[in-house]
C-alpha cells in the first residue's frame, strides 16, 4: 500500500501545481491588471518665503498601473505631484517631478516628467478694492453707495504679475434687495486682459467686508399716535385708560417735511362716552404726506365710575 503511495506521489504533487497554476489563471482574469491615466494638480514645495514661481504648469498626467479592483477604488484625489524647490534661486530651472501613490499601484509615466519652472523675488504693492454690484433692489427700494471694510488690500506675487494686474475687485451678487447687504467677499484679481491671475498672487486679507445700505424710494419716518382728549364726561365718570392700535405709523413725503413731523396727534371727544367703548378712527395727516403705512386706528376707551 505505501509502495503504491509512494509510485503516485509524482502524479500528486503535479495535480496540486496544476491546480494552483489554474487558481492563479482563473483568479488573473477574474482581476486583471490594468492601466489608467490621471490628471493631477502640480504643487511647488520648500521654496523660500522671499521667493514666489511666477511660472510652472498647472497639472501633470500620470499613467500607472495595478490589479482591477484596486485602480476601480482610487481616483486623482489619491495621488500626488510635487516639485521640491528648496534648493533653487531666482531664475528659469528645470525641476523633475515627484509623485507619491497609493499603495498597489505602479507608475508608468508622468508627462511631462520635467517642468520649466520660473522663480522670481517676491513683490509686493497695495491696491484699492472695487466693488461690481450684479443685481437691483426691490420694487420701492434704492441702492445707496456700497461700503467695503479694508478699502485696500496687500498683493504680494511676482513682479510680472504685478505689473499686469489690471482689476482688483469683488462682486457682491443679490436680486431683489429690500434690506442691507453685508457680506464678506473674496478679492479677485484679473490682469489687464481681464484673466483671473489668483493662482500666482497672494492678497491680504483674502476676504473683505462690503455693506450696501438699502433705503425705501420715498422717504418715510415711524412716528408714535398721541390720544388728545377733548371734551368732558358726564358727571360722575372717569377714563381709567386709553389704548391705540397701531400704536405707531410710518409716513411717508418729501424728507423735510417728514422729518418736522414728530407724532401724530388723535382728537377724541368723550362728551357722548358714557361707558368703555372700542371704535374705529381716522387719521388726519399734515399736508404734505403722501402716504401711511396705516389710515385708520382702533381705540380702545376704559370708563368707570369715580365711586
Request: overall charge negative; glycine content about 6%; charged content about 20%.
Amino acid at each position: 500500500m505505501l509502495g503504491h503511495f509512494r509510485n503516485n506521489m509524482g502524479y500528486r504533487l503535479i495535480s496540486i501545481f496544476a491546480a494552483i497554476v489554474i487558481w492563479f489563471f482563473v483568479f488573473s482574469e477574474r482581476n486583471p491588471t490594468i492601466e489608467n491615466v490621471v490628471t493631477v494638480p502640480l504643487e511647488a514645495t520648500g521654496l523660500a518665503r522671499n521667493l514666489v514661481v511666477a511660472e510652472k504648469p498647472s497639472t501633470v498626467n500620470i499613467r500607472f498601473q495595478g490589479k482591477a479592483n484596486v485602480v476601480d477604488r482610487i481616483s486623482s484625489r489619491d495621488f500626488r505631484a510635487f516639485i521640491p524647490l528648496d534648493q533653487v534661486d531666482v531664475g528659469v530651472r528645470s525641476i523633475q517631478v515627484a509623485t507619491e501613490v497609493p499603495a498597489g499601484v505602479r507608475i508608468i509615466s508622468v508627462q511631462p516628467s520635467w517642468v520649466q519652472v520660473h522663480i522670481d523675488q517676491v513683490s509686493s504693492m497695495q491696491v484699492p478694492v472695487e466693488i461690481v454690484v450684479k443685481g437691483d433692489a426691490a420694487r420701492g427700494y434704492v441702492l445707496e453707495k456700497p461700503r467695503i471694510t479694508p478699502s485696500q488690500v496687500l498683493i504680494n506675487g511676482p513682479g510680472n504679475y504685478l505689473e499686469s494686474i489690471g482689476k482688483v475687485y469683488v462682486n457682491a451678487t443679490f436680486n431683489g434687495l429690500s434690506k442691507d447687504y453685508f457680506q464678506s467677499l473674496p478679492v479677485l484679481v484679473e490682469d489687464t486682459d481681464g484673466n483671473l491671475i489668483m493662482e500666482w498672487v497672494e492678497v491680504i486679507p483674502r476676504n473683505v467686508d462690503v455693506l450696501i445700505p438699502v433705503v425705501e424710494d420715498v422717504p418715510s419716518r415711524t412716528v408714535p399716535i398721541l390720544i388728545d382728549l377733548i371734551g368732558e364726561l358726564k358727571p360722575g365718570l372717569k377714563v381709567d385708560k386709553v389704548l391705540v392700535y397701531p400704536s405707531t405709523v410710518k409716513i411717508y413725503g418729501p424728507r423735510d417735511i417728514i422729518n418736522e413731523i414728530g407724532y401724530l396727534t388723535l382728537e377724541i371727544d368723550v362728551t357722548e362716552i358714557e361707558e368703555s367703548i372700542n371704535f374705529e378712527v381716522d387719521l388726519e395727516f399734515p399736508q404734505g404726506i403722501t402716504d401711511a403705512s396705516a389710515d385708520k386706528v382702533q381705540v380702545m376707551l376704559e370708563v368707570s365710575n369715580e365711586n
